[in-house]
């Protein structure tokens, strides 16, 4: 059974194609959304889901979250004692319980996904995220791009018209745009831009500058250095974020040294901080409406996708980008997985959508780095020259021809970069491919050509020849991405299936002693003391291990909870 | 081709856009890019020639104002289906306040405009809070208006660069110009390349000395240029500021103080360095000698030879020189050797015949002419960049002479005479320049056999040098010539090892020949007395440390050698 899969910065979620339509999975508390948190608790096991988010504040030292950010990169998270962890296994760790999740609810085993990622994450990320799935046992069948499943999402009940829309999504870590046309009952991406740190978490950021700049004096000595601290203000920031979305002014309440810490915000203010982040979202819309060679008031609509969208600030930005309000979709945190699942429904050839073509861009430039002979005779190295110009319909390949600069030149170094500067300084490098060509007695110049081919998952590959002896060379990947090779893979795979995870029955007691937990380290006075004694009884419950009494007991203490504290993130 | 493109859409030849569009749908639903991406690539290509074909550039930014543009009036079945993911219809045509905005912001420019072309334009102050009110309307909220904005305002600029020039940065920094990279429309990267060449300007005038902005921005006078040149090399300073222009005349330079720098830069001027040098040297020792001797004329003739020298290489070698290239950029094949068959035949001329004899006085004639043509021909003329393989020839080349010398020593010498010393130095020299040839294979072998050769002539150097340094060493000189000989030999096929044979049996010939021969004459072995025993010695650690230094960086990596 092959289904889709949303995983992203702050949430993840995984949907099926099944009885004609895309539908969402519930995982083990009943919520399509699993906060995209990895923990260990105090036996060692680890703890994805809600379970690990509330964590978060309560144990920070051994719970990360937005792992999603480092994909790409070879950073490594230590939850102490054996538990290190590279980006990509925290992110196989949640789509393995993700897997869980749907293995539960279909009754079958799965082992194939379509996983979605940012329009923009280049080919290190995208390689990482693949990866991950092959970590958490399953054959990634396509990476899609986000904004392209929300399209998918979107485009499949208009199959019949002809219609230009953007699609705008601003997710917990990333912003892409997408510019997507429908046509013949084809789904045409036209263009694609976006920024890979620009996103809900950034909001969260403004909200915490502001606290500490307010009350950062009475916090004590270092206070941004405390990482407890740190994490009870994040954990507000985001409340008072979401609270700003239904009313104006929001409070943020935080518990330090027995003490109650408040600070207020209100909308003018918290528009006024994030106005460089507003600012931000310009870039990316304006790059992919020239692109895509759209004008802004063809538009049919502007499609608003990811949770941040939410936030009225995000909205009346869009608004005033294009003189007119954005659409409001029921559920922006679920489109993208609803599309995901749609893919997972192309890829099964599911009859119901034989009629359904999509295409997709690739966002980046790809090019290698060249000399230049100026004309007085000095050599210019360091210059980008592209092969494949961004927003080219993937798959696709291309090649150009070089020559040799240096008379008697014995070989041929090339890097490949991804970007838009004219200097690969500026770029990111993927690789390199080195190639040896005949020396020419004559001082003559010999050609190579180079030929890139983007398949349809973003990922690249690159053929470099010399016509003249028929020498060639492929690319090979450098830096943190160098794929592991198969041995060492199936190591690390087998390493993260026999970790101690805690059985799915147990996953919603474990999220409620969580936020019992963390109730109590942020409540004081009275409210301590109850939450202190709903607290012991249900661990001791837990102990006795009646299902019933317990299941009941958590009932009680979830209702008592979202009394005291309004409902819980989800 | 266009035949292929139209039988892979299977349509007629058409201009009709929607035709085109449905047999490229049609085709796709049977040739999807996950089943057939080669046929999918095929396809695709095909479609964007034939749209290609049928438009030009629908794809360009509309400067249209979007009031032309129509409420969409057949999307609107959304509010019948109700799917889950679908979003109800909303979003009519824009809002009737920002037009009326957008048309003060118009208007506004076209003040601006009317501004700029009256009499009295405006001045700098007025120009720039003009513009920041421009940038501040609210109009430019919107992204069709922005875009519309920007062209329109590089537009401006591109026309009156002048007045806008200290305010370029006012747009770039608000829109981010600079980082949109390389496929910016063509008058924003106009804007760009002006706002570049402003910056360098700039950044020349806020640097110490101010020297070089000076030189590009005031009336030119030679007679201080020229003083600049030779104190501080004010030349090199200049074209390499002048080397990251984009245009031709940056806003802010001076028309004359250009032209004078274009026409230095033309023609061959007489070389700074050599000036350099007889000024450094007239100044060390005109105080010396006249401390010394009482008497000025000592100083006066070094200065005096030196200015011939300098004049004389301008005239002598390197207008001709320039000449000679213009008229042809590529010479015969026997050019850069022409100096072998003189110097050869000088030579064994000067080896053969008595002191002051015509022969021998053929013989410096010769020598300097085969120099001459020598220098004529060595691409380049001495930069700096050639002083190390113009120390490691000479340093290579001394070589043999220690050896013969060492070998000789106990045999009478012979007092050189000036025709000799010419011969004797003009060989010297000419195998100098002949090595530049072989300099440059040598930086184009690759880095494993540029490391073996610089350790190769480390060893040799050092070796000599504790020879030189340790006297009382003396090993049994036909051993240690074989062995020196032998090592020279490696060097060069180390070095050469990308030739085929005859050339590597011609060099070797051409550079060594003349090395053994000068030995012959005598003079090699007179001239190593102690004191230059001791500075031969220092010359070849000097030698071996640079090669030493070079090897390093090779290693890690760094340096002008590690290509």
């Known amino acids: 059974m092959i289904v889709g899969i949303d995983l992203g910065t702050t949430n993840s979620a995984i949907a099926v194609w099944r009885e004609g339509q895309s539908q969402l999975i519930r995982n083990s508390l009943g919520s399509y959304l699993t906060p995209s948190a990895v923990s260990v608790d105090e036996d060692g096991r680890v703890l994805v889901g809600m379970a690990a988010r509330e964590r978060q504040v309560t144990h920070p030292h051994v719970t990360v979250t937005a792992f999603k950010r480092w994909m790409g990169t070879s950073r490594v998270t230590h939850l102490g004692g054996s538990h290190q962890y590279r980006p990509e296994e925290l992110s196989a760790l949640v789509l393995r319980s993700l897997k869980a999740d749907a293995e539960a609810f279909l009754g079958e085993p799965v082992t194939e996904a379509v996983i979605t990622v940012p329009a923009y994450f280049n080919d290190h990320q995208r390689k990482a995220t693949r990866q991950a799935g092959l970590l958490a046992g399953l054959t990634v069948e396509r990476l899609l791009n986000e904004p392209t499943a929300a399209a998918l999402a979107h485009g499949l009940h208009q199959r019949d018209s002809e219609t230009q829309f953007l699609v705008f999504d601003l997710g917990g870590g990333t912003f892409d745009v997408s510019v997507v046309e429908l046509f013949e009952g084809v789904i045409e991406v036209r263009a694609s831009a976006g920024d890979n740190h620009l996103g809900g978490e950034d909001f969260n950021q403004v909200l915490i500058d502001d606290f500490y700049a307010a009350l950062g004096s009475r916090l004590g000595p270092r206070p941004r250095e405390n990482v407890q601290l740190y994490e009870r203000i994040r954990e507000q920031a985001e409340r008072a974020r979401r609270e700003l979305t239904r009313k104006s002014p929001a409070t943020m309440t935080v518990t330090w040294n027995a003490q109650s810490f408040e600070h207020s915000i209100d909308m003018g203010r918290f528009e006024h901080l994030s106005a460089p982040l507003l600012e931000r979202l310009r870039e990316p819309v304006l790059r992919a409406l020239r692109d895509g060679g759209i004008h802004g008031d063809k538009l049919s609509e502007i499609v608003l996708v990811g949770g941040a969208t939410r936030m009225p600030i995000v909205r009346s930005a869009v608004a005033r980008m294009f003189g007119r309000l954005p659409g409001l979709g029921p559920n922006p945190d679920e489109a993208i997985a609803v599309g995901a699942g749609v893919q997972a429904g192309l890829k099964a050839r599911d009859a119901a959508l034989k009629e359904v073509v999509m295409t997709d861009v690739c966002p980046y430039t790809l090019g290698v780095d060249v000399a230049e002979r100026r004309p007085d005779g000095t050599i210019r190295t360091g210059m980008f020259a592209p092969i494949i110009e961004r927003n080219t319909v993937v798959p696709t390949s291309r090649f150009k021809t070089f020559q040799t600069l240096e008379p008697r030149q014995r070989s041929v170094h090339f890097k490949i970069y991804q970007g838009e500067a004219p200097r690969v300084a500026d770029n990111i490098e993927l690789g390199e491919v080195e190639v040896p060509v005949p020396v020419q007695e004559d001082g003559g110049v010999v050609q190579v050509s180079v030929r890139f081919t983007y398949d349809i998952n973003g990922l690249l590959e690159v053929d470099v020849e010399v016509p003249q002896t028929g020498e060639t060379r492929q690319l090979v990947l450098t830096g943190a991405q160098a794929d592991l090779d198969p041995k060492e893979l199936e190591q690390r795979r087998g390493i993260l299936a026999a970790l101690k995870v805690h059985p799915r029955d147990t996953e919603l007691n474990r999220a409620a002693l969580a936020r019992l937990e963390r109730c109590y380290e942020h409540f004081l006075g009275d409210r301590r003391e109850l939450i202190g004694r709903m607290l012991s009884e249900f661990e001791a419950l837990m102990d006795d291990q009646d299902p019933r009494a317990i299941e009941e007991m958590r009932r009680s203490v979830m209702k008592a909870l979202d009394e005291i504290e309004g409902a819980s993130y989800l | ?563």
């Open chain 2, 1 to 563: 081709m266009s035949a292929s493109i139209w039988s892979i859409l299977g349509i007629e030849p058409t201009q009709d856009l929607s035709i085109i569009r449905r047999a490229y749908a049609a085709l796709l639903k049977t040739t999807r890019p996950e089943d057939d991406p080669e046929g999918f690539v095929r396809l695709r290509r095909a479609y964007e020639s034939a749209l290609a074909r049928a438009r030009t550039r629908a794809i360009s930014i509309p400067t249209a104002s979007p009031e032309a543009v129509p409420p969409r009036a057949e999307t609107d079945p959304h509010a019948e289906t109700a799917p889950p993911a679908a979003t109800p219809s909303h979003g009519t045509a824009s809002a009737p306040h920002a037009t009326a905005e957008l048309k003060e912001l118009r208007a506004s420019l076209a003040a601006l405009k009317r501004d700029l072309k009256a009499s009295q334009p405006p001045t700098s102050e007025e120009l720039r809070s003009l513009l920041e009110a421009l940038l501040k309307s609210p109009a430019l909220e919107g992204l069709t208006a922005q875009m519309e904005f920007e062209l329109a305002l590089a537009q401006l600029f591109l026309e009156y660069p002048h007045a806008f020039a200290p305010l370029w940065h006012i747009a770039i920094d608000r829109w981010r110009w600079r980082e949109r990279g390389r496929k910016v429309d063509a008058r924003i990267a106009a804007v760009l390349t002006l706002a570049d060449d402003a910056n360098s300007l700039r950044e020349l005038e806020r640097s110490s000395p101010p020297r070089v902005y000076a030189a590009l921005t005031q009336d030119p006078d030679p007679i201080r240029l020229w003083i600049q040149i030779v104190l501080f090399r004010l030349d090199q300073e200049v074209r390499d500021a002048m080397r990251y222009w984009n245009s031709p005349a940056p806003a802010g330079t001076d028309a004359e103080a250009l032209a004078w720098w274009r026409n230095f830069f033309s023609r061959p001027q007489p070389r700074p360095r050599l000036l350099q040098i007889t000024g450094l040297l007239s100044v060390l020792i005109l105080p010396g000698a006249w401390l010394a001797t009482g008497s000025l004329l000592p100083g006066m003739w070094v200065l005096l030879a030196g200015l011939v020298v300098t004049l004389g290489w301008w005239g002598l070698v390197d207008w001709p020189r320039h000449r000679f290239l213009e008229l042809q950029s590529s010479g015969p094949w026997w050019l850069p050797i022409g100096w072998a068959p003189a110097l050869v035949v000088a030579l064994i001329l000067a080896a053969s015949g008595p002191d002051f004899s015509p022969l021998a006085w053929a013989a410096m004639v010769l020598t300097a002419a085969g120099l001459f043509w020598a220098i004529l021909t060595m691409p380049g003329g001495i930069d700096l960049a050639d002083y190390v393989p113009l120390s490691l020839a000479i340093g290579v080349g001394n070589v043999p002479i220690v050896v013969w010398w060492m070998v000789m020593s106990d045999t009478p010498r012979m007092h050189p005479t000036l025709p000799m010393w010419v011969t004797f130095l003009g060989a010297l020299v000419a195998l100098v320049f002949g090595q530049p040839t072989l300099w440059r294979e040598f930086q184009s072998l690759t880095p494993s056999f540029r490391q073996t050769s610089r350790a190769v002539i480390a060893l040799i150097a050092l070796g000599m040098a504790a020879i030189l340094l340790l006297d009382n060493i003396r090993p049994e000189p036909a051993l240690c010539l074989l062995a020196l000989l032998s090592a020279i030999v490696l060097v060069h096929r180390v070095a050469s090892a990308n030739l085929t044979e005859r050339q590597l049996r011609v060099r070797y010939v051409l550079t060594l020949f003349p090395s053994l021969a000068f030995i012959h004459t005598g003079p090699g072995s007179v001239v190593l007395g102690s004191p230059l025993q001791t500075a031969g010695a220092a010359f070849m650690l000097g030698v071996a440390l640079v090669m030493c230094v070079c090897l390093y960086n090779e290693w890690r990596g760094l340096g002008p050698f590690t290509q």
